[in-house]
């Protein structure tokens, strides 16, 4: 199950890295497998609201946990009841820019992350959960104190997701797409283009190849 912000969720228009990664896993993966969650639907800015489907292939699973302006914030209050009903046993996570701009600081962002694996964890004990860093945005290069909370989030989240994996549950900490620039791989400073989609689908592609064994290595498709 995606779990994120609107870089997760989408835009009218959009194919979204949740699509890039479903393709990958059909010609990687061995098993059966889908996306779930609660939510289907993109951002539309005609709206500002969650009301497109006007995806640019929408012949995919399209579930998800996503919307845009939510972070650990909102998700975690919502990630029991989620995967309880939607059985979710993989988690895909990508949060923490929206806490970060506009509602928590570093730690306590970082204390939401653990409420939200221990809720997780008490729907499904068995529950797996990858986790993706803040990627950095535009507003690191004009808000130094922003950026600074990113980076020390950023570090927390390490070592949270070191200190809450366990064999029966695990935990896997997604390296963050080592090539990906803002000024080239988003079309605003923030949201995903065509190759930041597929270099986030990629991120989680090869973490859970390497950590998991699952799938296989990422080729963009």
């Given at each position: 199950m995606p779990v994120g912000d609107s870089m997760t969720i989408g835009s009218a228009g959009e194919h979204t890295w949740r699509y890039r990664l479903?393709?990958?896993?059909?010609?990687?993966?061995?098993?059966?497998?889908?996306?779930?969650?609660?939510?289907?639907?993109?951002h539309d800015p005609a709206t500002d609201a969650p009301t497109?489907?006007?995806?640019?292939?929408?012949?995919?699973?399209?579930?998800?946990?996503?919307?845009?302006?939510e972070g650990w914030h909102h998700m975690t209050p919502l990630i029991g009841e989620t995967v309880r009903t939607c059985r979710a046993d993989v988690l895909l996570v990508?949060?923490?820019?929206?806490?970060?701009?506009?509602?928590?600081?570093?730690?306590?962002?970082?204390?939401?992350?653990?409420?939200?694996?221990?809720?997780?964890?008490?729907?499904?004990?068995?529950?797996?959960?990858?986790?993706?860093?803040?990627?950095?945005?535009?507003?690191?290069?004009?808000d130094p104190a922003f950026a600074d909370q990113v980076d020390r989030f950023n570090e927390l989240l390490a070592k949270t997701v070191a200190d809450l994996d366990e064999a029966g549950s695990p935990l896997l900490l997604v390296p963050p797409p080592a090539s990906y620039d803002f000024h080239t791989d988003t079309y605003d400073g923030t949201h995903p283009n065509e190759s930041g989609e597929h270099k986030i689908a990629g991120a989680f592609a090869e973490a859970m190849w390497r950590g998991w064994g699952l799938g296989g290595p990422y080729e963009a498709a």
């Open positions: 479903w393709r990958h896993l059909c010609t990687a993966y061995d098993g059966p497998f889908t996306l779930v969650g609660p939510r289907e639907a993109l497109s489907y006007a995806y640019a292939d929408p012949g995919f699973p399209r579930a998800h946990l996503a919307g845009w302006g990508s949060l923490g820019l929206i806490d970060l701009g506009f509602y928590t600081n570093a730690e306590q962002t970082t204390d939401n992350v653990r409420a939200f694996v221990a809720a997780a964890r008490e729907a499904d004990p068995r529950v797996r959960v990858t986790v993706m860093p803040v990627i950095r945005n535009i507003r690191v290069e004009s």
